[in-house]
């Protein structure tokens, strides 16, 4: 079935150094790909997306990168800050047209001061 | 309004109760989820509403019931709950379920525990 998988499941920074979280999906279909951030207790939030059409997004601090070819997208976070620190999940937008998102397993940030 | 917003924010109910979720967007989205989500975990979806209509019904439990009283309402039954079934349970909505205006945008959630 359709499978997002999401690396790395922990990742710990210094404030200020870059973030990298990589994601793959199995469903070629796939055309769209949220990013949410979801703080202790709190909401998960929509930070950034991208669609099949783009190879790259970026807003401020924050970047996401497609390859299509290789089924892959990743979240760039670069001058990272102690409030980055969350849980961020990836998810990929399935084929069909339901809505249906699929999730990766998260990954936990810790920036440190 | 450019909020879900959902009640209560807490609840603490009995194998044997009956209660219901309530969420609640004013954005003009005809697209809205229930979700499911256990510490650590990611959402994991049971239910999709799509102009009012039930289109995805993932295997949910028959003590989940799920109601679309207008666009912008969503409820969640909830009737025999085990204590397994405790999570924080998410609604989120969209402005149609495809192509451009398919982004997902999450409420608060419920955090609910079956003692």
């Known amino acids: 079935g359709e499978n997002v998988e999401q690396h790395p499941s922990t990742l710990s920074v210094q404030e200020g150094d870059s973030a990298v979280i990589k994601c793959t999906y199995s469903?070629?279909?796939?055309?769209?790909f949220p990013w949410y951030k979801q703080e202790l207790g709190k909401r998960p939030q929509l930070i950034i997306d991208i669609r099949s059409n783009v190879g790259e997004k970026k807003d401020q601090r924050i970047a996401v990168t497609l390859n299509k070819t290789a089924k892959h997208f990743s979240l760039h976070i670069t001058e990272t800050q102690p409030e980055d620190s969350a849980v961020y999940f990836c998810?990929?937008?399935?084929?069909?047209?339901?809505?249906?998102?699929?999730f990766g397993q998260g990954t936990t940030l810790q920036v440190k001061p | 309004d450019t909020e879900v917003t959902q009640t209560p924010k807490h609840l603490v109910m009995g194998m044997t109760n009956k209660k219901s979720l309530k969420c609640e967007q004013h954005?003009?989205?005809?697209?809205m989820y229930w979700y499911k989500q256990k510490a650590k975990k990611p959402p994991e979806l049971m239910f999709v509403y799509s102009y009012e209509k039930l289109s995805i019904n993932e295997s949910v439990p028959s003590r989940f019931s799920p109601e679309c009283p207008n666009s912008s309402l969503l409820n969640l039954h909830l009737h025999a709950l085990q204590p397994e079934d405790s999570a924080l349970y998410l609604c989120?909505?969209?402005?149609?379920?495809?192509?451009?205006?398919?982004?997902?945008?999450f409420g608060p959630g419920t955090r609910l525990t079956v003692l």
């Open positions: 954005m003009g989205h005809r697209a």
């Open positions: 998810a990929a937008h399935g084929s069909s047209n339901t809505g249906k998102l699929i």
């Open positions: 469903d070629s279909a796939s055309n769209y």
């Open positions: 989120a909505s969209s402005l149609r379920t495809s192509g451009s205006g398919n982004e997902q945008f």
